[in-house]
Nanobody, 115 residues
Framework: QVQLVESGGGLVQPGGSLRLSCEAS????????MNWYRQAPGKERELVAI???????TTADSVKDRFTISRNNAKNTLYLQMNSLKPEDTAVYYC?????????WGQGTQVTVSS
């Protein structure tokens, strides 16, 4: 079955960096578009970044020029490099894949940006 396992979250000061990882299994990772979402307390889940099977990517305006999505198809792993972090980036971050008629989610990893 599809499994997505995020890691790399934590507490970081404003201006700092983190790299999130998402290990995927149970499907042909290299064939699918992958996404990073985030959900802050009291807010709806929002799309942060998307990457195609061949590596074309786009990011939300709120994180453009600070966050970079990438993938390693040989390792079945999705990444999110986050630089110049701001307190408003505090959220639980999820990787996700839409496969057939179902959207699958990982368990999420907490990112807290605070001094």
């Amino acid at each position: 079955q599809v499994q997505l396992v995020e890691s790399g979250g934590g507490l970081v000061q404003p201006g700092g960096s983190l790299r999130l990882s998402c290990e995927a299994s149970g499907f042909t990772f290299s064939s699918y578009v992958m996404n990073w979402y985030r959900q802050a307390p009291g807010k709806e889940r929002e799309l942060v970044a998307i990457i195609s099977a061949t590596g074309e990517s786009t990011t939300a305006d709120s994180v453009k020029d600070r966050f970079t999505i990438s993938r390693n198809n040989a390792k079945n792993t999705l990444y999110l490099q986050m630089n110049s972090l701001k307190p408003e980036d505090t959220a639980v971050y999820y990787c996700s894949v839409w496969r057939h008629t179902t959207r699958f989610w990982g368990q999420g990893t907490q990112v807290t940006v605070s001094s």
